[in-house]
């Protein structure tokens, strides 16, 4: 009986304080990424998950048709593409109520949804032809890394989360088999948050399709997904005076000062915005030839093929089209002297005039990718060693518009009239693998695999890896190294508008990178190193600019989690150190760490669970980034030093069957100090009002900067339903 009366207070919570047309939109849109399942407990990760309190069937002697209906657990599994390692769906409760987006080291500018950055220092993952836009690549989906599953039920999961100020995030997951052999999965998330400061909206619509087929004798495979990425973030351009987030003249967050605010186009949106959108399908088939098995049950009735590969073909297709536009509805000459020089009509005052009073500057990338490999293996069944060569060719192309374009009439004479630039790239490339993955404890795993571009205009760029590990009982080892030489995506080469035409050349960038990670799982303890040699990177300079540093630099990592446990009491602790080169044009502080103590227990003959507790996470002083809303990038600057008070938080999670829900209070420390600085701004050139003169600006010149909302409430939860 406690689980009901829970259960219906939760209701009475929801009818409330959400309202119908909310909980409607939760088991519309409601869904959660697969996460890898917590080894917190220290058993063994790699155990099947199964649903074994799913609802059982009702065998009542009145109703009909009860003799065919079966009471069996729901197994859910997926697994990865290239892969035989075998994941299930996360049903831990320990950190069920951390952001998903910024863990475990990024940092978003202060609202959900908006552009990310990663203090754990991570170079940009690019081979061959790229556009080269990733601040909201943790919000996307990739369809390279697209999870395929495998269910005995139709298996759904809805998640929703209410945060402060209308923080939204909602979706919803469904995958079902349409035969033991065929499954499909559909997701879809929407994220939405005005955010507590001006004219910071975003709004993210997100969704993929994924679907896995074996033939019933084993010898044809096939993988096909696709994805759809839509984020829309609304650009305030920083807060103009950041005295302004100490003083009680400014308790409402909405009444700071905004570098981009224009209360005469909207109170609510930007006339500044950045938009990125993308679409991608693949397809990928094998056909494979070995040994084949035929098995019988008892009675000879039925029978089941059994396959141990051999050799197979495999052949991959990816198609994929990508936006991303930049618009200034109401511009101001000022905000743009790092990149061009022009007088607007109104100049940043009021509404624009159409097409002739804004800035709008539109960059998109549309390729196709055709593999064929060739595959090979050794070994017996569940521990065999896979060997691949094959031969790839590409067509990327490249659009900017609209820009301006010389043209001669019949006179002649030089006339300029808006138009297009578009650029096309044919490249071949040549990939190989070899691969033995650790499926089982107390086995090695080890592989190489490797990339070359050799026609193109990206011939010559290329991608080595090389891992080592063993998975044993408890504990798992695994080092490698990686290195790769790449070109500059196109949009630190290219920038196009109307009013300027701008382009760099850079040489190739290389990435050498040498790694370890240590888990053991029975004293509840990880770790890992990491070394980076970084030679001619490719960045954006404190003027705002591509830039290229020819300074070959190394950037050292070493991380470490201990988990104790003290009957229900458990303080989990993580540590990060980043050591850099001195002049290195990196920004990323030295020691983060992130400090959870929370209460764990199982009450009411396990019914329900519970995880209460306060999470605290800090950084040393450093410099941050600069966020620059005309690139739509982050950029590195060393005027601004930085060092904030821990971040900290209190929560209560709790798990009835398979609903999970959290309550928590985040950004508590600015009931102590309300100025936590995120980033910097683009530094502006603008006359200042006698009342920011008053709160601390100083002449023209000033750096907004990027703050932490306020102190506030999230209320979230999935309830995963088995059919």
Known sequence: ?????????????IRKKIGVRILLICLLFCGERAFAQSSLSGGNPSQPNTIANAPQRDTNANKTNTAKWKDEEAKVSYQ??????VYYPDSSLHAFQRQPFTQPWYSDLGNLGSPVYNLMFTPEDRLGPSLGYHVFDVYRFNVDSLPFYSTTRPYSVFNYQLGSKLEQTAGIMHTQSIKPNWNFAVEYH?????????????????????TNYLSLNKHYTLYAGMVYNNEQHDENGGIVIPAQLDSAAFLDRRTVDAAYENSNYSQTRSTVSNVQRDFTFLLQHSYTWGKTDTTYNSDSTQYSYRLIPRFSITHKMELSSEKHTYKDLAPDSLRYTTLFAQSFVNNGTGYYTTETDSVFAQQKWFWIDNKLLLNGFIGPEGHQLKFSAGIGNRYDQFTSQPVSNLIVDSLPKQVYSLGRDRSSIFSNYAEGELKKEALHPGEWEYGANGKLFFTGQDAGNFLLNVLIGKEFKNSSFVAGFREQL?????NYTNYENQYTKLFFTFNNESVTQLYATLAIAKIRLSGGVRSYVIGNYIYVNDSEKPAQYTIPFTLNQGWLRKVFKLGGFVLDNELVYQQTAANAPVNVPALMGRHQLSYEQAMFKHALKISAGIEVRYNTAYHPAGYDALLNRFFYQNATYVGNAPVASVFVNFRIKRFRAFVMGDQLQEFFTRNTILFTATPANSFLTSE???YGGTGSNYIPVYAAPDALIRFGFTWALVN
Do not use: V
């Open 1 to 13: 009986m406690p689980q009901i009366f829970l259960g219906q207070i939760l209701i009475d919570i």
């Open 80 to 85: 990865k593409l290239n892969s035989a390692r």
């Open 190 to 210: 929407k994220t939405n948050s005005p955010g507590f400061f001006q004219t910071e909206r975003n709004n993210h619509d997100n969704a993929y399709f994924s």
């Open 486 to 490: 790449n070109s500059a995506p196109y």
């Open 692 to 694: 920011q003169k008053y």
